[in-house]
């Protein structure tokens, strides 16, 4: 997760994260993570870094495996939540990690789609891990919540605003990141791209307060309502079924690579 950052062509995106709407609209995230866990498969005793932690739901259970855990997120609000659960836990922006040499893993979910200068996100995992370490994490992919980004840059657009200006996320194909990640000094040992269509517990009006901050940024504090509304009235028919559920089309890329020693 993150904060404010400097964005792929030098813009500002901003992301406010609140831990009490976060835990409302997307409790989801951190259940849905057991797949990646399971990648890690953590062993007792591992020295394991979780990059973008959030409110540390997923550190905690690092943590119950028998890992001695660092927790790193760049939300202020969020690393308070996962320090009131007894976390160590930090606000560090995912590019300038800091750590040498002294993780078994780095381990990372729904987070690296925020970083959106993977170079200098992978060559600090790789600075942090001992040769030899993994790096297992899942993120958005290629193709992630298309219809919710469409319907966001399509809306601004016909306000006169470019949308891909403000547009904070980076979802790679599985080949682009793992090239990312061997040029970098990795192994790739697996990467998949997997489409999840994801229920939501709100409506995607509830998603977007949470996640689309900096495309709201674009526009006048009067207007985001109506910006809201429109974008909700596009993506109705397409993400919200006859019973009234909307489900958020995403897609995960998973990978476990290791710094080749
Ligand atoms: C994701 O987990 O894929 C995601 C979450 C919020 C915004 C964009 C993507």
């Known amino acids: ?10 813009t500002t995106q901003t992301q406010d994260w609140q831990a009490d709407r976060y835990q409302v609209n997307a409790g989801f995230v951190a259940v849905l993570g057991t797949p990646v866990l399971e990648l ?8 394991v870094l979780d990059l973008g932690c959030g409110d540390g739901v997923l550190t905690e259970k690092l943590v119950a495996a028998g890992c001695s855990v ?3 997120d760049a939300g202020p609000d969020m690393i308070a939540a996962a320090r009131a659960k007894g976390l160590d836990a930090h606000v560090v922006d995912g590019h300038a990690l800091s750590f040498d040499g002294e993780f078994d893993a780095v381990f990372s979910n729904a987070a690296l789609h925020w970083m ?3 170079q200098e996100v992978i060559a600090g995992v790789h600075r942090a891990l001992k040769p030899g370490g993994r790096f297992v994490a899942e993120f958005g992919g290629h193709g992630n919540v298309a219809a919710i980004r469409t ?3 399509a ?4 306000r006169g605003i470019d949308g891909a200006e403000f547009d904070p996320w980076y979802f790679p194909t599985p080949g682009e990141y793992s090239g990312l990640l061997e040029a970098a000094g990795f192994t790739v040992h697996s990467v998949e791209l997997i489409p999840r269509p994801t229920p939501l517990p709100t409506d995607v009006g509830g998603w977007l307060d949470t996640f689309a901050d900096s495309f709201f940024a674009a526009v006048p504090p009067t207007d ?3 910006v809201k509304g429109q974008v909700m009235d596009l993506l109705r028919p397409v993400l919200c079924d006859s019973e009234g559920q909307w489900t958020a089309d995403y897609v995960r890329l998973r990978f ?6």
């Open 40 to 47: 890690l498969n953590p062993q007792p005793g591992g020295r």
């Open 224 to 226: 985001r309502a109506e």
């Open 116 to 118: 959106q200068r993977p």
């Open 70 to 72: 660092v927790g790193v």
């Open 256 to 261: 476990s690579a290791s710094r080749s020693a």
């Open 1 to 10: 997760m993150t904060g404010p950052s400097e964005g792929r062509n030098g």
């Open 155 to 158: 809306v601004l657009g016909q």
């Open 151 to 153: 319907a966001m840059i």
